[in-house]
């Protein structure tokens, strides 16, 4: 089994920033990419960031210049957010594919108030 660990959000003013941790461990083996995801309440999980083996990384476009993910594809990722706006409020996950599956963290709570 694989389990994620994320930390790091909570909640900051708009224009604030938080860095996002995720640590994998157990049967980390072939590991395809990691990166996070994120929920707004009413609204569809969309893709935020991800690296991928080799070290390409995405960034959606809604955050693009604003957040930044750093970190390997196969132990652990981060996800630096700077000047948060009201709309990036959501439960942010942190994915992995490992031999093929998908595994997700528990979720963290990033608030943004105006």
């Known amino acids: 089994q694989v389990q994620l660990v994320e930390s790091g959000g909570g909640l900051v003013q708009s224009g604030g920033s938080l860095r996002l941790s995720c640590a994998a461990s157990?049967?980390?083996?072939?590991?395809?990419?990691m990166g996070w995801y994120r929920q707004a309440p009413g609204k569809e999980r969309e893709l935020v960031a991800r690296?991928?083996?080799?070290?390409?990384t995405y960034v959606a476009d809604s955050v693009k210049g604003r957040f930044t993910i750093t970190g390997d594809y196969a132990k652990m990722v981060y996800l630096q957010m700077n000047s948060l706006k009201p709309e990036d409020t959501a439960v942010y996950y942190c994915?992995?594919?490992?031999?093929?599956?998908?595994?997700w963290g528990q979720g963290t709570q990033v608030t943004v108030s105006s």
């Open positions: 994915y992995a594919i490992f031999e093929q599956r998908n595994y």
């Open positions: 157990g049967r980390i083996f072939n590991s395809n990419g």
């Open positions: 690296v991928i083996r080799g070290g390409s």
